[in-house]
């Protein structure tokens, strides 16, 4: 289900809760906005979180230590992320106005705080000599279970150019996924699928994709389309890289066509 939530009196924009609404992603995940010289800090007894920034300038502070961390914008440059443990205060303060996402879920476990800096994120390309350059796109692992196995968590951005499709060949997984969206106009569009559903996405809108459902994604010509991409982690059966490709559209992953 897609939808462009408005931001609240506390400057949140809910995308999804555990208790509440899109509760089958099984996250709290929402983007706050950050005025210069404000700050949130971040106490969970119960869960896990990562604090991303998408835009601004901001100090983020933790086990006595204090990173400083800009982003001119999602288009410009990678991200800063930190990611803790429960039972872990951290904090974020704006030197400028500022946004970040959030993205929280219950764990148990312990781990060491990891303060992720643009160098530690990994960016792939793919699609580029594939079906004619037309879903060729940059994606950046933040983490995952590889780097790390002990979160519920994975969190990752696509950088998708005008005019052609990500997340594709089409295909699903069992695990919940959320998509937030950023356009480099105001006015951008795309198309998000949810399995036979289809949607019109916009700038700082998200889509919640039901498990199992194919979930490919296209940008109109002339709008550079940007999403974060967020799963949870289900239990004996974390995410890993794992993509069942629809089964009418299999041809496309073992075709030797390219340009």
């Excluded at 982003?71 to 429960?86: A, E, G, N, Q, T």
């Excluded at 219950?106 to 994120?121: H, Q, R």
């Excluded at 594939?130 to 002990?150: C, I, K, M, S």
């Excluded at 289809?198 to 979930?215: R, S």
Aim: hydrophobic share 30%.
């Amino acid at each position: 289900m897609y939808e462009n939530p408005e931001y609240n009196e506390r400057g949140e924009k809910i995308l999804c809760e555990e208790t509440g609404k899109n509760s089958h992603m099984l996250m709290d995940v929402r983007v706050q906005k950050l005025a210069a010289g404000q700050k949130i800090q971040i106490l969970e007894q119960e869960k896990e979180t990562a604090v991303m920034l998408l835009a601004g300038k901001v100090v983020f502070a933790f086990e006595g230590r204090l990173e400083n961390a800009g982003r001119r914008s999602v288009f410009r440059d990678k991200p800063y992320c930190l990611h803790c443990c429960r039972g872990k205060e951290i904090s974020v303060t704006a030197v400028e106005d500022s946004r970040v996402l959030i993205q929280q879920t219950k764990n148990s476990g312990t781990f060491d705080t990891v303060f992720y800096t643009p160098e530690m994120c990994t960016l792939q390309e793919f699609g580029k000599e594939q079906w004619e350059g037309t879903a060729h796109r940059q994606v950046l692992t933040v983490f995952d279970y590889e780097n790390a196995p002990y979160s519920n968590m994975v969190m990752g951005e696509v950088f998708h150019k005008p005019g052609c499709w990500s997340s594709y060949p089409p295909h699903y997984h069992p695990q919940p996924e959320l998509y937030y969206y950023e356009f480099d106009k105001p006015q951008g569009f795309g198309v998000g699928f949810d399995g036979e559903q289809c949607f019109k996405v916009g700038d700082q809108g998200c889509l919640a994709i039901t498990p199992m459902h194919p979930h490919q994604q296209a940008a109109a010509p002339g709008y550079r389309m940007y999403y974060v991409w967020l799963i949870r982690h289900l239990e004996g059966a974390p995410w890993r890289k794992t993509r069942i490709v629809d089964p009418e559209h299999e041809w496309l992953d073992h075709s030797d066509y390219q340009v």
